[in-house]
């Protein structure tokens, strides 16, 4: 049972560059997060995905962010014009559909760590 | 107001002891989940148990169980018989009924255990 994959593991960009990151989730998993990690932080919640539908975004993720799952498999983040304040852990995780609604486990990746200079 | 309060920021425990790692939650949903993750320092946030709010036992996996009191809010994580391997960081996260498919997490608890 392959795991949730996150390329590249490590991202060094220049500050005014756009950065993009992929996620290839649990291959029988429909849904698929986004969380941002900043040092010494939890995880925050940035956008979700049940199959090729973006459902839900937070407030967090400005309008540089886009995110898209186009064939429902693999999903991207793109961060434009990226400044300083996005150097941050960037997580995926994927879970199942389900009636158990509330016991649906996110499964992550082990994140791509973003430093913009 | 923070909705998920993990009030040590660093734990320390010796080989073999037994740890509580607390966790208080703040909701007003009746149907929610409680999760802890384990953050070892190459990042990757490994699961290691769920409490439902329905639930009328605590949840046990292996060397982990976790103190459910509703009334109090509260979960906190045991771990038994640490070792050496258990150091990392560790994140209760709460997903409510109302409010869609996301986690919140608290902010973490460092642990270390000592040989």
């Known amino acids: 049972d392959t795991g949730v994959s996150q390329d590249p593991r490590h991202k060094i960009t220049k500050r005014g560059q756009n950065v993009t990151f992929r996620c290839d989730p649990i291959s029988e998993h429909n849904r698929l997060y986004w969380y941002r990690q900043t040092l010494g932080q939890g995880p925050e919640f940035l956008t979700y995905?049940?199959?090729?539908?973006?459902?839900?975004k937070s407030r967090l993720l400005s309008d540089r962010f886009s995110a898209e799952r186009p064939k429902g498999s693999f999903s991207t983040l793109e961060i434009q014009r990226t400044e300083q304040g996005d150097s941050a852990m960037y997580l995926c995780?994927?879970?199942?559909?389900?009636?158990?609604?509330?016991?649906?486990?996110?499964?992550f990746g082990a994140g791509t760590r973003l430093s913009v200079l | 107001a923070q909705k998920i309060t993990q009030t040590q920021p660093g734990m320390f425990v010796q080989e073999k002891e037994a740890v509580t790692l607390d966790c208080t939650y703040d909701?007003?949903?009746?149907?929610?989940?409680l999760f802890w993750y384990k953050q070892p320092s190459s990042g990757e946030m490994i699961f290691l148990i769920y409490?439902?709010?329905?639930?009328?036992q605590n949840a046990t996996e292996g060397r982990y169980s976790l103190n459910f009191q509703k009334a109090r809010k509260s979960a906190n994580l045991v771990i038994s018989a640490s070792q050496l391997g258990d150091s990392a960081m560790y994140f209760c996260?709460?997903?409510?009924?109302?409010?869609?498919?996301?986690?919140?997490f608290g902010p973490g608890t460092r642990l270390s255990v000592l040989p």
């Open positions: 996260a709460m997903r409510e009924d109302s409010w869609g498919q996301n986690f919140v």
């Open positions: 995905f049940q199959n090729e539908a973006q459902l839900e």
């Open positions: 909701t007003s949903d009746q149907s929610y989940g």
């Open positions: 409490q439902g709010s329905y639930d009328e």
């Open positions: 995780a994927s879970s199942r559909g389900g009636s158990v609604y509330i016991k649906n486990i996110q499964y």
